[in-house]
């Protein structure tokens, strides 16, 4: 079968599959497993292994380009430790279970990596919202990936190096080549799209220009290909001109992770004992083990049960850079052919599940957080509750304590957000889930006189309009969920795009005369000075 038939018959399955899981409201990433498990039979695996790998370079490239060390720098050491612990724990179990199985030393630390790394692709577009919208176990997710990328691309070298110090030597240079690339980040690329006046269509180019490049130098480094690509990534990720690239480049990512999975699918085959037993060792390390190891890390390092949790469970399926390695390591004769179906299909196991992992998170985290209490009972009356610590509850907080009488009660799981209301009068700080019993009951939803989420979460907003007595203020994401929460009691439902809407139809009124648009200005202004004061000895 030619390459072209055989992308055919990829894209027919795909779309076949997709639209079944599609009508009945299911994931899409198991329906593309589907497909290539349809279309096993037809396709040349070999050849299509190559594009594969290509595919996953450009995918690299495409999370480099996203990498912001700005908003990851308040969770970064906390996901540093907890991302060395994970993957030394789940390793160490990955690496004792397969000596167990009598695999050989080199079979035994590929296993080891394969249960200690998660997939990137899937657990961040699986998590996108929740990064997007900056939530904690969103930025806790993202940073971890992030450190778990970088560790295996260093040790995807080091295992393939041909002596002890040549491991070392290439060690040392994957990590010269990702410094390199932070700087380059840093002062190059701002310089040069400064000097072609941010142009897309040259941005593109350099962006293509960097990826080449970085790869031409890791092959003369003699590094994986991937190294290269993941730098040339990190090297272009400067905001805003990485938003050029990333949308040029959305049909592309699409395009290749649309072939990587129907082809991790089409490798699965009909396992012996020892080829089962591998898989389902990797699948349950990576979908129970690894989800639980890091959200016991997580609450060491003191941060909420939800948060650790969630965040957890955005781990559980194993790495596209896992099956790179077995690819390559089957190719070099390093491992046999059980221990790569073994891998393979406790992977495709895991890619399969993850999604209705995501799709049912929460239900997972009502059934596991019970270790977690707030134990204290604040004995909060007279009260107002504001949940969420970001710019919409700063503002409630700010008009709250100047408006009311009431003690006002802030409350957010991301202890970052909480800091600038430290020092209020009138104002006392929990740090909680809103979402755990013990933290309504502690805080009083039941008794406050009034109630105010800034969550945009639909999950929050029903918690709350369920604990709630008196008056709340929620959010919805549509006017069919405001109408639906209306009708459960809330007092007033923020619906974004309708109050959007209705500002800017004020806004339009009055921004045709001279007078207006000074007005709307100095406005603007001021708000932006009320709700951030460091911004007041800024000129504007």
């Known amino acids: 079968m030619t390459l072209l038939t055989t992308l055919t018959a990829i894209f027919l399955a795909a779309s076949g599959t997709l ?33 594969a790998q290509v595919g996953i370079l450009f995918l690299l490239f495409i999370f480099g380009l996203k990498f912001d060390p700005g908003e990851m720098s308040s969770v970064a050491q906390s996901t540093i430790l907890a991302g060395l612990a994970q993957i030394l724990v789940t390793g160490s179990i990955g690496y004792a279970v397969a000596s167990q199985l009598g695999l050989g030393g080199f ?17 961040l577009d699986l998590a996108e919202q929740e990064i997007h919208r900056r939530l904690l176990h969103g930025r806790l997710a993202e940073s971890m990936h992030l450190v778990q990328d970088m560790l295996g691309l260093i040790v995807l070298a ?32 701002p310089l040069l799209a400064g000097h072609i006046d941010y142009n897309a269509e040259i941005l593109m180019l350099l962006g293509f220009s960097s990826l080449i490049g970085s790869v031409y ?100 399926q194993v790495s596209e850079l896992s099956l790179i390695l077995v690819i390559q390591a089957l190719t070099s004769g390093y491992i046999g ?19 209705y992992v995501k799709a049912n998170e929460e239900w997972l985290y009502q059934q596991v957080s019970g270790d977690w209490h707030l134990t204290t009972s604040f004995g909060f009356t007279d009260h107002i509750v504001v949940i969420g610590g970001a710019s919409a509850g700063r503002h409630a907080v700010k008009t709250l304590q100047r408006r009311a009488t009431d003690q006002v009660v802030l409350v957010d799981n991301d202890a ?33 006189d009034l109630v105010v989420s800034t969550a945009l979460q639909g999950r929050v907003s029903d918690r709350v309009v369920e604990a ?9 994401s549509t006017a069919q969920r405001a109408q639906a929460l209306y009708d459960s009691g809330a007092t007033v439902v923020l619906v974004p795009d309708i109050a959007v809407a209705d500002i800017l139809s004020e806004w339009l009124e009055d921004i045709d005369s001279h007078a207006g ?6 406005e603007g202004k001021a708000l932006l000075r009320r709700m951030y004061p460091e911004l007041e000895n800024t000129k504007m």
């Open 217 to 316: 130098i890791v092959q003369f480094l003699d590094l994986p290909l991937l190294i290269g690509a993941f730098a040339a990534g990190i090297s272009a990720a400067k905001f805003p001109y990485n938003m050029e690239l990333l949308d040029s480049l959305g049909s592309v990512k699409d395009f290749f992770a649309a072939i990587f999975f129907v082809t991790v699918g089409a490798l699965v085959g009909i396992p012996s004992v020892l080829t089962g037993v591998i898989g389902v060792a990797v699948f349950f390390i990576t979908t129970v083990l690894k989800p639980y190891i890091a959200a016991e890390i997580f609450k060491l390092l003191g941060y909420t049960d939800r948060a650790s949790v969630l965040t957890g469970l955005s781990l559980s």
């Open 517 to 522: 648009r000074t007005m709307l200005q100095e």
């Open 19 to 51: 639209y079944v899981m599609q009508y009945f409201d299911q994931p899409a990433i198991p329906g593309y497993v589907l497909a290539g498990l349809l279309v096993a039979p037809l396709i040349d695996g070999a050849g299509l292994l190559g594009i």
């Open 158 to 189: 080091v295992l393939f190096a041909s002596t002890p110090s040549g491991a070392v030597q290439a060690g040392v240079l994957s990590v010269a080549v990702i410094l390199a690339a932070l700087g380059l980040r840093r002062y190059v690329f």
């Open 416 to 448: 970052e957000r909480l800091q600038w209301a430290q020092d209020m009068d009138g104002v006392s700080i929990v740090h909680g889930d809103i979402m755990n019993d013990d933290v309504v009951e502690a805080v009083g939803i039941g008794s406050a």
């Open 337 to 355: 052919t059980p221990v790569f179906d073994g891998v393979i299909l406790g992977g495709v196991g895991s890619m399969f599940v993850s999604a």
């Open 468 to 476: 709630a007595s008196n008056d709340t203020v929620v959010y919805a």
């Open 107 to 123: 079979e035994a630390l590929v296993l080891a990596v394969v249960s200690a790394l998660s997939s990137t692709l899937i657990g």
